[in-house]
């Protein structure tokens, strides 16, 4: 939004991000047979059991994915379970839950956009910006794409780049330091259509 559509976006902030996932040109046929292989395998997956509540946030703070505290996995974990039941080896039936979400959104995109095509947008976002990175989120998980991405931020004469501490989900972890950081830059922005608070 910022970049495509310039003229309405006053005030831009982006949580541990870089802009939109790219992929250069010559990976994307590869990326499209890595896409039809997950595909035809997701439906044969089978699903994570959890007994309990914690038990999924354990496997959470565990996962691959960014990492998270456990006090943090507790916080959203609820939301993204749903009941399931498992009958083991000898016919019992056991309740507990299992992840909500769709499993076709565990799996490679289909295509993404070029490094050039994203910049372009990136490039175009003329409001004033921020851009809130975090010591244990993508800049430790993605060193490449944090050092070209990371150029093309400093780039934009109207973005400011702060490092806070934390993973991805730093915005959970301390909400009350994500919130002044947030809530600082935007009351030092000199715009009388400043966003409220």
Known sequence: MGGGAA????????????????CPVAEQPERLLQFLADKRAA????????????????????????AISKEVAMVFIGRSLKPAERIDEHGSIHRGFTW???RMVRIFDILLDSDAYCQ???????????????????????????????????ACPSVTVRIVEGSHHFH?????????EISEWICAQDKPDKARM
């Open 120 to 154: 372009a947008f990136i490039s175009r976002i003329a409001c004033p910006w921020l851009a809130l990175l975090s010591t244990n989120g993508f800049q430790s998980k993605l060193s490449a794409v944090t050092e070209t991405r990371t150029t093309w931020l400093t």
């Open 100 to 102: 909500r979400w769709d």
């Open 7 to 22: 003229a309405i976006v006053t005030l831009c902030i982006v949580l541990d991000s870089f802009g939109p996932w790219s």
């Open 172 to 180: 959970l972890e301390d909400a009350p330091m994500a919130a002044r």
């Open 43 to 66: 439906p044969t997956k089978r699903e994570a059991f959890f007994p309990s509540i914690e038990a999924a946030a354990d496997a959470r703070v565990k996962g691959k994915d960014f």
